[in-house]
């Protein structure tokens, strides 16, 4: 079940649970949970929720263990909360598994459904998996076995590749019958407007509220319970993967290179991305190394200009915008000697065009780099606003940073700038450069 927040998705399975304890005397039910900060409020929730409870005069709670987490009944059946921390303590159930919940399954690791799901078939006991998707990664392997349970899967439509027609009801999108449907599987989606007991008004309120600190993708990912891993997402978590490939690389005289420089304020990081102009014009643009740091600004100086000597002084696409300005004009003196610097301001205009140029290589596999865990995560946690004038704004998910994804649009932008590859006309105008537009 996947479904917004506050739609009483953890009531459901715990009603569930009840039910089943019932008609199964002595068996083992089990709870896993992301981690044990998860396992506390549904802990909780249950020790209400069955401590009450009378069946035919007895309590319904014979037993609680506080230490081990578990909730033993009248009838010698048990709840068992766990954590997915460590999957390999989920194994060895044994035979007395009669259900499984795997709550905010989305943020559990894949292991852990691996290391429990033998134990479901000596009863061919079912799982109920609960969650909102997951902000890092909406479609990952919890969104494949939601889809087993759909019927029909959304695709584009052929008639108008998407652009909207008739036929599509001018969405773009049509329903196919979805060829890895299984049998065994159900899924369901719902919203927070689903849950009659929270008033429609109530998060009406909360959304406009809270609308400028809630992007798009925050709302219907957290209300809406939409996984946005396709096309609502700045960087699609199945193309961000796809450009992963290959090592690091250092310097190689034959080759011609840019870098992309995004420079960090107060708790952000300087990011100094490398990318390699391909030689041909079948090859795509590679990024062979990212330095990310912090630090006092002679030594961040100091660290630009080594990077600028070590691939050979290549041209130098830096973010001018605030500090960046006087910072540029230090680089080129010395004793940095950073020769051939092009300062780039972020506008509400530039910076738009740029995390669409980028996503658009990324999108397309024509640009790929080694597999740094943090920049796949900053990548990921980008987020785009629709504004009121029609413009577009990106900005990184609370909590999260876009100091890589920006380094990364300064090096591109400054590829396609200087031409693309050898031989070809690529050439983006309207970016603001020096300020001068």
Known sequence: MD???????????LRKSA?????????????????????????????????AMRIGGYKFVKKTRIKDRSIQFYNGSAIEFKSSVEPD????????????????????????WKAVRPALMDRKAPAMFITTPNRN?????????WLRG??????????????????????????EENPGKRPAYKSWQYSTYDNPFIDDEEISDFIEEEGTDWSELDLRREIYADFLGGEAAVFPYAAVKDCEVGHEEDYDISNQYILGIDLGRVESWTVIIVLRIPQEEYEAPRIVKMERFQGPWPVQKR????????????PVFIDATGLGDPLQDELRGTPYDVRRIIPIKFSGRSKPQMVEALSGAIAGQSISWPPYKEM?????????KSLPSGMMQYRHAKGFHDDIP?????????????GGSKGSNIWISGIEVGGRG
């Not at 199964?24 to 998860?38: A, D, E, K």
């Not at 796949?376 to 785009?384: D, F, I, P």
């Open 3 to 13: 479904a917004g927040r506050r739609f009483g998705k953890g009531n459901l399975a």
């Open 19 to 51: 039910t089943i304890a019932l008609r199964h005397p002595g068996c083992r039910i089990w709870i896993v949970s992301p981690n044990y900060s998860f396992t506390q409020p549904m802990w909780d929730k249950a020790l209400n929720a069955y401590g």
């Open 89 to 112: 303590s989920l194994r060895g159930a044994g035979d007395l598994m009669e259900f499984l919940i795997m709550d905010e399954a989305a943020y559990c690791e894949k292991e852990a």
């Open 137 to 145: 990664n909406p479609k990952n392997w919890l969104y494949d076995l």
């Open 150 to 175: 759909q019927d029909t899967i959304p695709t584009t439509c052929p008639s108008c590749s998407g652009m909207g027609c008739e036929e599509c009801g001018f969405t773009g999108v049509i329903q």
């Open 303 to 314: 660290r630009i200009a080594d990077v600028a000597q070590r691939f050979g002084q290549p």
């Open 376 to 384: 796949e995560k900053e990548l990921l946690n980008m987020e785009g």
């Open 406 to 418: 920006m380094a990364m649009a300064l090096a591109y932008w400054g590829y396609l700038k200087l």
